[in-house]
Every structure is written in structure tokens, then in C-alpha cells.
């Protein structure tokens, strides 16, 4: 383990795992030669890991980037990117194999638009993965009861502490409205759009509160505290597989199947 927070980690939560590196782990394990991929709300960069994405940029037959960012064009890897609303995607019935959504759901007013967007444009057999906070971890439940401007503050705030650089994030801080951002919600959405589960997973995310050392220290150890099944509801995020079916499969045919190693 590697990085500033890494001394840490071994002292107080030696079993931590990101879940972002549980994000990043499974697109490398499900992108291939065949893969044509759409990343929804693609923001700069498909993961944390420049290597990674470029690796999978090369190794994908075609990715496709949407957003309604209005600086998409700065993305760090993609060429092809569309500004459009996730609500209304400007592509033809079943044209991707796989389509991604990370840290986008909490930003969805009308999330079952968009799944019913996606069960369109994906075709049989193919995959959508969503990433995302899970609303009863208690930075979540924090997010919902603080107003839009106190978001911005923090974001501010937690980048100064970190990099001793001042930015305003104006453009990188969107509304939340939290309506897909349980297990039950998005089981709820995914089968309304005639999407099967394959998989969910929750993972613990240890907040960095700016890298404030006690509050990280803290963070850590609430995160090995609930490491445990009868208090997984409270991890932060939500990793969900998703498949349309073909016509030999039901909508719960797929449910609990592996897609990827444990992490």
C-alpha cells in the first residue's frame, strides 16, 4: 500500500480496501477487445488511475463519453464525447455492451429516465455498472441535510487543506437528490427498466476530511467497526452490476452470479 494515508491504514484498518480500487479492479476485469462502452456523466476521466484508463482506452473496441458538463472537452482519455442529459441519450436502441455510471447516481432528479435510457441503448446481454455513495453511510446523511452552498465550501475547504492550493470548483460541485443511491432503490429502478441484477456489493470508504489526521484516524477505525454484515448498510458506497437479458433469460435469472474477485 502507497500514498500519505498509507502509514494509517496499516496502523488502524489493515484489512482497507478503496472502492475505488473496486471500481477500477472490475471495468478491468469486464472490458475487452469487443467492449463498446458508454461512460455516463464521463466528467475528466473514466477512473483515478491514469494507467488504467489509458489501458483501457486501448483495449476497448470503442468508448464513448456523455455529459452535461460544458468543459467535456477537457476530458484526460477520450476523443468521442457527447453533451447531452442522461435522461434523453442521443444514441440508437442497443448500441453498447457496456455502459458506466460512477459517482452519478446521487446527481439523477429523475433516475428512472435514465435507467430506462440505458435498458435501450445497451444491448442484449450487455452490462451496466453503477458506482455509487450509498445514502445511509453518515457522510451521506450529512450531504442531504446541508445545502448546496456548504457542499462547494467543503469542497474548497478539504482541496486547500490537501494540495495548500486555493480552486472555487464553480464547475465540478453539481445538486444532489439522492434517489438512486440505495441497494433497494436501484434493485427497484433496474427492474422497472427490465434490467437483471448480476451483482451488489457495499464498500467502506474512509473519509479524508482534508487529510485532518484525527478525523481520518477516526474515519478509519468507524469503517472497521461496521466491516461487519450486520452493519454493511452503513458503508459508503454501492457497486451494482446490472444486465439486460436475452430472450433465454428471466429478470432474476442472473442474480448472484460473480463477475468479479472479492475485494
Not at 82 to 105: G, I, K, Q, S
Not at 216 to 228: N, P, V
Request: proline share 5%.
Amino acid at each position: 500500500m502507497h500514498g500519505k494515508n498509507a502509514a494509517l491504514i496499516r496502523k488502524y484498518y489493515p484489512n482497507y480496501r478503496s472502492p475505488k480500487r473496486a471500481y477500477e479492479q472490475l471495468l478491468d476485469h469486464t472490458v475487452t477487445a469487443d467492449t463498446i462502452w458508454l461512460d455516463v456523466g464521463c466528467g475528466r476521466h473514466l477512473t483515478g488511475n491514469s494507467q488504467l484508463n489509458v489501458a483501457l482506452s486501448r483495449r476497448a473496441r470503442l468508448i464513448v463519453g456523455c455529459d452535461r458538463d460544458p468543459h467535456l472537452k477537457r476530458h484526460e482519455t477520450l476523443h468521442h464525447l457527447v453533451l447531452c442529459d442522461a435522461a434523453a441519450l442521443p444514441f440508437r436502441d442497443e448500441t453498447f455492451t457496456l455502459v458506466t455510471a460512477a459517482m452519478v447516481a446521487e446527481h439523477l432528479e429523475h433516475p428512472d429516465r435514465v435507467f430506462s435510457e440505458v435498458a435501450r441503448i445497451i444491448a442484449p446481454g450487455g452490462r451496466f455498472i453503477v458506482f455509487t455513495p450509498n445514502k445511509w453511510n453518515y457522510a451521506m446523511v450529512v450531504a442531504r441535510l446541508t445545502p448546496h452552498w456548504f457542499h462547494m465550501t467543503y469542497k474548497r475547504l478539504t482541496y486547500f487543506l490537501n494540495r495548500r492550493e486555493w480552486r472555487t470548483f464553480q464547475d465540478d460541485v453539481f445538486p444532489t437528490w439522492y434517489r438512486a443511491n440505495s441497494i433497494s432503490a436501484l434493485r427497484a429502478l433496474a427492474r422497472q427498466a427490465g434490467l437483471m441484477e448480476v451483482q451488489i456489493t457495499r464498500h467502506g470508504l474512509a473519509h479524508s476530511f482534508g487529510f485532518v489526521k484525527p478525523l481520518y484516524i477516526l474515519s478509519l477505525l468507524f469503517e472497521r467497526l461496521i466491516d461487519r454484515p450486520v452493519l454493511e448498510v452503513l458503508k459508503a458506497d454501492i457497486l451494482a452490476v446490472f444486465e439486460k437479458p436475452n430472450g433465454a433469460e428471466s429478470l432474476t435469472g442472473g442474480k448472484g452470479r460473480t463477475v468479479f474477485p472479492a475485494v
